[in-house]
């Protein structure tokens, strides 16, 4: 099939063109979801300010229930989606693998997008994302996701077949670039998830429609989460990649070791996706046994993966910068890293929120009695608006700024507040987390409408401390609907109005990638030059253990304090 | 530009890892190891561990038991604040108590004695729902078809709300229960 190459002459960056009109459509269907996602975000957290209660309850569970599927379903599967066709077909200068079928799962993602929230909306789907059995939504509500899963389905096996393009097409010498590799590790997990989601919806499904009489409802939440958990294993890998790839466009970083960030990708295929298990430490249906093993011995290996990139993209950096210089004291290096470059500002954010707000508080979640303490209160959405919205959300949003002008050609506009809106956005979700853990510490309810509980048989007060944690949610909930709305705004603006900028040159050959690639190659061959120390980064590391180890024995100390229970 | 081009050193696997490097793996993974070792010991030495005894059941199973304890402990009614008459049904000291999750309330009130450890009973009779005490703040899913129970000490006496904490329709916000404790 003809096609054409083009290689763009900011960044160098060789893009197909297959794979240029997919990555644009599959972005573009991400922000629009992203932007119901974001309306649906401002009318639940209205709803949830004590002091504003905006919808009846009904609409409430319908908005929240659009929010969930909306974001973590489809503004984050398209997205990832255009991260593996760059990955593959873009990093490895190489054709797309089947582009018809591409096409094909594109459109089976928004039909079936479509598909579920039209069933949303119409009323009688109010189960939330993870349609626990045995509440029971339209057929359309499940099929709709069945539709969306199978089209990711196709786009992670594309991106496997390109692979086996460039390797063919020998657009590439020796190993995987490290972001590939990474995208790949995502893309495995992807296909492990995406099986498990047809398990359980497909059955869903069925009895949905009548075929099948009954599920059991723990059974399902089992198998459900061997999905839900496992997909927020792919964000991680593909935010993971984004962190090293900003890095290595922003400051040329090269990884400390090739041989630890690529171990620590495999860890994540070892052992994230069986962590499942800490979704249900509070249920009946397993034993301690079993949660015990299967939270500790597989989750703290993928959390150690997780430790190991939390050190190595920064240390990358680090070493990048003392290489040109900045080697002052600790942190010279970071004080005059480019703050006011929106994709550095914005994945700097992202990998700091990510370890220290979401990687903590979900080791502290995910530990067997410790969850009895959290389990279903607001500590829970808490706890993952800093990893999938800091983390995963903010990479996407930060990367974008390096992908409007080189994959979309456009300059963004109004560059003053592209500089703010990663820290307005990134800021305010954090502190938005933190409160809303706040408040499930406190041991107010997620997924619930009314804190004063109108029309209930009893009366509870909670505590006042609890009230101000959900008037404080309300106030960074509406800030960070402002920063994600601002982001929109910019990104819908640029491909609008920004300044065409030239597409460079074209030709229907891939150029492969040259054999003798960076300066650096120059001296790699004898590794001990190429060393640098990466002292701020150790320091940055030892001040996240500290974090980590007081509030986990914190918590132990809050669960020795109620009542006994064997 | 080296995290998007293929490794420089072609061999890149035999390069050796910096000291500094595997100092915080060999951190990690001792801090990975002592977070196992806590939720064991836990088991062993902790107050505060959810019970393994679990029962398939069904609703009508659970019902009937449930109200057969009812009948033989009520030790009074209470009008609730829907003008709903509710048992308040004392649980004798070490013995089983049966505490009914459904749409929308938790049935019936439990009476307990600070200091002394129950056996509660918990199932749904419909959708999920969740048991989260307040304000001492322990949360225990309840799924339908599985009779769960947990051994409970009260350390102090008061009156206590249960929340449900597991989304369970439009009116999930009103299930609310309540135990004193004397
Ligand atoms: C501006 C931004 C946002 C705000 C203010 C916001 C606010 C909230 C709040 C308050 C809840 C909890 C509601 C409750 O349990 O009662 C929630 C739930 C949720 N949010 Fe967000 N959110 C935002 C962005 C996002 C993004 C970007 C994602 C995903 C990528 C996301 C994913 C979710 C999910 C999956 C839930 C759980 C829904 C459920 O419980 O079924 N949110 N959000
Ligand atoms: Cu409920």
Redesign the interface.
């Known amino acids: 099939m003809a096609t054409t190459y083009r290689t763009c002459p900011s960044s160098g960056l060789q893009f197909e063109n297959n794979a240029e009109k997919l990555m644009r459509w599959h972005a573009v269907a991400g922000v629009l979801w992203l932007l119901v996602g974001g309306i649906t975000a401002l009318l639940v957290i209205l709803t949830r300010w004590p002091a504003i209660k905006l919808l009846p309850?009904?609409e409430f569970?319908l908005i929240l229930t659009a929010h969930g599927i909306d974001m973590i379903i489809l503004w984050i599967l398209h997205f990832e989606m255009a991260v593996l066709f760059f990955a593959s077909s873009t990093?490895l200068r190489c054709r797309l693998a089947t582009p018809k079928l591409a096409w094909l799962g594109f459109w089976l993602m928004v039909i079936g997008g479509i598909v579920c929230n039209v069933a949303i909306f119409q009323g009688g789907s109010s189960v939330?994302f993870t349609s626990?059995v045995?509440?029971q939504a339209a057929p359309h509500f499940y099929l709709g996701i069945i539709l969306v899963a199978v089209g990711a389905l196709i786009g992670t096996g594309i991106f496997f077949a390109t692979l086996v393009v460039a390797k063919k097409d020998k657009t590439?010498?020796?190993?995987?670039?490290?972001?590939?590799f990474g995208a790949m590790t995502a893309a495995i997990i992807a296909t492990f998830t995406i099986l498990s989601g047809a398990a359980i919806l497909i059955p869903t499904f069925f009895w949905s429609m009548g075929w099948i009489k009954e599920i059991?409802?723990?059974l399902y939440?089992m198998v459900w989460w061997g999905l839900g958990h496992s997909s927020q294993q792919i964000n991680v890998a593909a935010h993971v990649s984004i962190w090293?790839?900003t890095?290595?466009?922003v400051f040329?970083?090269?990884?400390?070791?090739?041989?630890?960030s690529r171990f620590a990708f495999l860890l994540y295929i070892l052992f994230l996706q069986l962590a499942s298990a800490h979704h249900?430490?509070?249920?009946?249906?397993m034993?301690?046994e079993w949660k015990?093993l299967n939270?500790?011995?597989f989750m703290?290996?993928a959390?150690?993966a997780s430790?190991?990139h939390g050190?190595?993209v920064p240390?990358?950096i680090e070493a990048a910068q003392r290489k040109k210089g900045y080697t002052n004291g600790l942190f010279e290096w970071l004080r005059k890293a480019p703050w006011g470059n929106p994709a550095f500002s914005g994945m700097f954010i992202s990998l700091v929120g990510f370890g220290f707000l979401g990687g903590i508080s979900g080791?502290v979640l995910g530990?067997?009695?410790i969850n009895?303490?959290?389990?279903?209160?607001f500590y829970v959405p808490g706890h993952f608006h800093t990893t999938v919205v800091v983390g995963t959300t903010l990479a996407f949003m930060s990367i974008t700024y390096i992908l409007v002008p080189t994959l979309f050609r456009r300059e963004m506009i109004l560059p003053k507040l592209c500089q703010i809106q990663p820290y307005l956005y990134g800021i305010s979700m954090s502190v938005l987390g933190l409160v809303m853990m706040g408040a499930g510490?406190?041991?107010v309810?997620?997924?619930?409408?009314?804190?004063a509980?109108?029309?209930?048989?009893?009366?509870?007060e909670?505590?006042g401390a609890a009230y101000l944690m959900m008037g404080l949610t309300g106030v960074f909930g509406v800030i960070a609907v402002v920063g994600g709305g601002l982001w929109i705004l910019l990104v819908v603006g640029s491909l609008l109005f920004g300044k065409k900028l030239n597409g460079g040159k074209v030709s229907d050959k891939p150029t492969p990638?040259p054999l003798d690639?960076?300066a650096?190659?120059a001296t790699?061959?004898t590794?001990k030059d190429d060393?640098v120390?990466?002292p701020g980064t150790?320091v940055l590391?030892l001040l996240l253990?500290v974090t980590?180890?007081l509030y986990?024995f914190v918590n132990?100390k809050y669960?020795?304090e109620?009542?006994?229970?064997? | 530009m080296s995290a998007i081009l293929p490794p420089s050193n072609r061999l890149w696997w035999k390069q050796p890892i910096d000291k500094v490097e595997w100092a915080w793996i060999g951190i990690a993974f001792v801090w990975g190891m002592i977070m196992f070792v806590m939720m064991v010991y836990w088991h062993v030495f902790g107050k505060q561990n959810l019970s393994n005894e679990v029962y398939k059941t069904t609703p009508e199973m659970f019902a009937a038991k449930a109200e057969k304890f009812i009948a033989e402990n009520t030790l009074r009614t209470e009008t609730d604040l829907n003008g709903q008459q509710v048992p308040v049904v004392k649980i004798p000291p070490g013995g089983d108590g049966f505490l009914i999750a459904r749409l929308w309330n938790w049935y019936p009130i439990l009476e307990l004695e600070k200091g002394q450890t129950y056996k509660i009973h918990l199932s749904s009779m419909d959708y999920l729902h969740g048991f989260s005490l307040q304000p001492v703040n322990i949360n225990i899913e309840v799924i339908p078809g599985y009779e769960h129970v947990v051994r409970m000490t009260p350390t102090k006496s008061g009156t206590y709300a249960i929340v449900c904490n597991e989304y369970c329709g439009i009116g999930h916000h009103t299930m609310l229960g309540r135990i004193y404790v004397k």
């Open positions: 309850a009904d569970y990093l939330m626990y045995p509440m590439y010498q020796g190993s995987l670039p490290l972001v590939t059991d409802a723990q939440r090293y790839l890095a290595a466009v040329g970083a090269k990884p400390l070791s090739e041989k630890v249900l430490l509070s249920d009946p249906g034993s301690s015990v939270t500790s011995y703290y290996f959390v150690m430790m190991i050190f190595t240390g990358a080791v530990t067997e009695q009895m303490l959290m389990h279903n209160t510490t406190l041991g309810s997620r997924r619930h409408w009314d804190m509980f109108s029309g209930a048989p009893f009366q509870y909670w505590p990638i690639t960076t650096a190659s790699a061959h590794d060393h120390a990466v150790v590391a253990l980590f180890v986990y132990w669960l020795s109620v009542w006994l229970l064997s």
